[in-house]
């Protein structure tokens, strides 16, 4: 265990620092054979680490990098774990406190500052472009080239000649471009140009998007983020606009990458404030709803970017306080859209015009026919509205609608429908109910008592998992029927069974039967013609030796 850095390359090691240092690893437990952890990565994964002794013998990670037969960053990470869980007895040689960078360059004579710096400016391109940016007082034109062929560089890196990164590198490819955008946020900062910030976190965001990159996370994202925030701490008012146009530029060019149109839009929407910006954030709006008419695009997918815009202008208008008039035509123009209709079935309730909502929402359900749950929806809005107004008939129809129509509900909806009847009415329902193919029928026999027929449809059904679940119920008034369908169904049950696993389910039912009167003598009749019948089904013979049979 002294030497388990060894097993890792360099850069794969600090990855796995990483993950540990932010907390990715949970459930550490010891095992006979070592440690089992999980990880969490793009997914989560399960780590084991096998120990002879103090010797690791062996690491495993279900993540495509390890499955090639790499010591991957998760494995890492666990032993970052481990290593801090139970640190070493022994007591370590002491170490000399390594020289911080400025307690470094202290040292450094005067007379040897300048030429050592010039040598290593000399030896790294990037230590260069940094400094060239800071110093080197290049023009803004001039800037911009310096970063883009910063940004190319990186790329080329990890990009195959098609522009295709593979998971291997992705990580390492996104923390680098990561940390470019961070990079050059505080050089650019640092020299007063907050526009020129987005600008390039902008282009590094071009970059990133242009390649196909096998596997992400979010180091991208969290970077745009940051850099949007240390921007709005520096700027003036009046680059703040500048830098809404820029965005706004990019939500709206055809040109650009989705990444950067979201990154765009989501800044726009989330960044800035005032009566201007929302004014013009609703022409954006109103700008994209008529691309989105004229587009020709159909399905699922266009009516839930239409609603998306449709729900985000109604907003705008209401926090830029719009003539109420205006506010209605909006939502009755578009009424068609569900997320729309259901803002104006909302809008007639607050103005108490009921009627209103009522064919609203009769509408609704009528439009939305070929949407179960948003007609289940609607249906249940109404039957409140009914309950509210105390129209019980209607209420009725409605519940009757949504539990023989519909389906929905399951037995809430069902003992709601029983509370708004009488009795004689919900006799009906119920025997309606039972006689036909509905899912909890089981389930209302049993609120209903209705022991014997529960027992019987219970036994017809056929499967372990239906009679676990209606045991507790049974098993007092019914335990002979009882026993003998989970007998029958065990005989079925091992005439099929194929691997040890299903063997030893077959041997827990075995023992549930002892608890039964005369339970004993039923399960040692199935072992005796299991016995005979499956003789040759080793792993069978074990388990039931194992059980006790």
Not at 498 to 522: F, T
């Amino acid at each position: 265990m002294g030497s388990w850095k060894n097993w890792f390359q360099p850069h794969i090691l600090e990855r796995g620092r990483t993950y540990f240092e932010e907390g990715r690893v949970s459930d550490l437990e010891r095992t006979e054979d070592g440690y089992i952890a999980t990880v969490e990565g793009t997914e989560e994964y399960e780590v084991e680490i096998l120990l002879e002794g103090d010797t690791i013998e062996d690491m495993l990670c279900d993540c495509p990098y390890a499955e090639d037969g790499n010591a991957c960053k998760h494995m890492a990470a666990v032993l970052f774990a481990i290593s801090a869980a139970e640190p070493s007895k022994k007591k370590a040689p002491a170490k000399r406190e390594r020289l911080t960078p400025a307690g470094l360059v202290e040292k450094i004579p005067d007379s040897q500052l300048r030429p050592l710096l010039t040598e290593l400016v000399s030896a790294d391109e990037k230590l260069y472009r940094a400094l060239l940016l800071r110093y080197g007082e290049t023009s803004l034109d001039e800037c911009i080239k310096t970063l883009k062929k910063e940004l190319a560089s990186i790329g080329n890196q990890y990009a195959d000649r098609h522009g295709y990164i593979n998971y291997r590198e992705a990580d390492d490819f996104e923390c680098d471009m990561a940390d470019f955008i961070g990079r050059q946020t505080q050089t650019l900062l640092e020299r007063g140009e907050p526009l020129l910030v987005l600008r390039a976190g902008i282009d590094a965001l071009r970059e990133f998007a242009s390649y196909e990159v096998e596997e992400g996370c979010s180091y991208i994202d969290d970077a745009m983020d940051t850099m949007l925030t240390d921007i709005f701490c520096t700027c003036k008012e009046d680059t703040v606009s500048e830098m809404f146009d820029l965005l706004l530029k990019c939500a709206e060019s055809g040109r650009e990458h989705w990444k950067v149109q979201d990154f765009a839009e989501q800044a726009i929407f989330s960044r800035f404030s005032g009566e201007m910006f929302d004014r013009k954030k609703l022409e954006l709006i109103d700008r994209q709803i008529a691309d989105l008419e004229v587009s020709g695009k159909q399905g699922y997918s266009r009516e839930y970017e239409m609603e998306q815009l449709l729900t985000r202008r109604f907003d705008l208008m209401k926090k830029l306080s719009l003539p109420k008039e205006e506010l209605d035509a909006f939502l009755e123009r578009y009424t068609n859209y569900s997320d729309i209709r259901k803002l104006r079935i909302q809008q007639a309730l607050e103005d108490g015009k009921m009627d209103e909502a009522i064919r609203l929402l009769e509408e609704g359900k009528s439009a939305g026919r070929d949407k179960r749950g948003l007609v289940a929806e609607y249906s249940e809005w109404l039957m409140n509205l009914y309950e509210q107004q105390g129209q019980r008939d209607k209420l009725i129809a409605e519940l009757e609608y949504h539990v023989f129509v519909l389906s929905s509900g399951g037995i809430e909806m069902l003992n709601r429908l029983k509370k708004a009847c009488t009795p004689a009415q919900w006799i009906e329902y119920r025997e309606r109910y039972l006689s036909g193919r509905s899912y909890h029928k089981l389930d209302l026999m049993e609120s209903e008592e209705l022991w014997e027929r529960l027992m019987k449809a219970v036994a017809t059904a056929g499967h372990l998992s239906i009679l676990d679940r209606y045991e507790a119920a049974l098993k007092k008034r019914y335990p002979n029927e009882l026993l003998e369908a989970y007998a029958c169904i065990l005989t079925k049950e091992a005439a099929t069974a194929s691997n040890r696993k299903r063997y030893q389910e077959l041997a827990h039912y075995l023992k549930k039967l002892r608890s039964y009167p005369d339970g004993a003598e039923r399960a040692a009749q199935l072992v005796g013609d299991w016995r005979a019948r499956y003789t040759r089904r080793r792993a069978m013979m074990e388990e039931l030796r194992n059980a006790g049979f």
